[in-house]
Structure formats: structure tokens, C-alpha cells
Nanobody, 114 residues
Framework: QVQLVESGGGLVQPGGSLRLSCAAS????????MGWFRQAPGLQRELVAI???????VYADSAKGRFTISRDSVENTMDLQMNSLRPEDTAVYYC????????WGKGTLVTVSS
């Protein structure tokens, strides 16, 4: 059973930065892909960024130029560096990993507000 645990969320002012991490119970390079999704109140969960096993990356238009997804082989985490945060980035951010089956973390709340 794969376990994913997100960390790094919190309250940040507009224009600020946060770094989210997703710790996996298995080698992150084993997954077909891993990704970050987010869900704001009243809205559907949406893609933020995904990274494939081979390293290919896809960003949502809203994340391009501001967010960077990466993998840390030492810590065995998938990270999301978020810069120039906006109030509309406020959401619960979820880590997802796929290996035949889809696995989700429980999420970490990011609030962008002055």
C-alpha cells in the first residue's frame, strides 16, 4: 500500500513563496508519474503539475512560470516550489502518484491572503 504525505502548506501573503513536499512510502522513481493537484472551495480538483517517470513535466497554464515541480532522490520526495503566489492559488494541494492504481495524499492547505 502506497502512502503519500504532503507538507509545507500554510498562510502566505500575495507575491510570496511556499515549497510543498510529498513524501512517499515507496521509491518515487517507481511511479509512472507523480503530480500535484489542488481543490479550492466549491470547485473541482484540478491539475497543477505532473512529472513522469522519465522526467517529462506538464504544468497547468496557471502554474507556468511561477511553479516548479521536482523530485528529490535523497529525500524521496516530490516537491512543488510556488512563487509569486496569488489569492486564487488558495486551495488544498494534493499529491498524486500512479502505478496502475492512483494514490492520493490527504492534502495540505495553502492560503494566500494579506
Amino acid at each position: 500500500q502506497v502512502q503519500l504525505v504532503e507538507s509545507g502548506g500554510g498562510l502566505v501573503q500575495p507575491g510570496g513563496s511556499l515549497r510543498l513536499s510529498c513524501a512517499a512510502s515507496q521509491n518515487i522513481f517507481m511511479f509512472e508519474f507523480m503530480g500535484w493537484f489542488r481543490q479550492a472551495p466549491g470547485l473541482q480538483r484540478e491539475l497543477v503539475a505532473i512529472i513522469a517517470r522519465g522526467g517529462s513535466i506538464v504544468y497547468a497554464d496557471s502554474a507556468k512560470g511561477r511553479f516548479t515541480i521536482s523530485r528529490d532522490s535523497v529525500e524521496n520526495t516530490m516537491d512543488l516550489q510556488m512563487n509569486s503566489l496569488r489569492p486564487e492559488d488558495t486551495a488544498v494541494y494534493y499529491c498524486r502518484a500512479d502505478l496502475g492504481t492512483t494514490y492520493w495524499g490527504k492534502g495540505t492547505l495553502v492560503t494566500v491572503s494579506s
